[in-house]
């Protein structure tokens, strides 16, 4: 996922042109990628998954395993 955010910065600093079809298509769906992450209902999602970026300490928002 980490790349998705990347790409358009790794693009630039190679000097390949975003006009290439396949540049074009790949920043596109490194675009819907990133919006769709940043959707409260998919963060919310991955939380309740303990895949989210929600602090551990949260109450409800994390498993808790007791051993």
């Known amino acids: 996922m980490s790349v998705s955010v990347m790409l ?3 693009v630039a600093a190679s000097g390949i042109s975003e006009s290439l079809p396949w540049v074009a ?3 596109a769906v490194a675009a819907a990628v990133t919006r769709i992450m940043a ?3 998919v963060q919310a999602a991955l939380d309740r998954l303990g895949l989210g970026n929600a602090p551990p300490d949260e109450v409800g928002r994390h498993r808790v395993v007791r051993r």
């Open 8 to 10: 358009p910065g790794i």
């Open 25 to 27: 298509g790949g920043l």
């Open 39 to 41: 959707l409260p209902s």
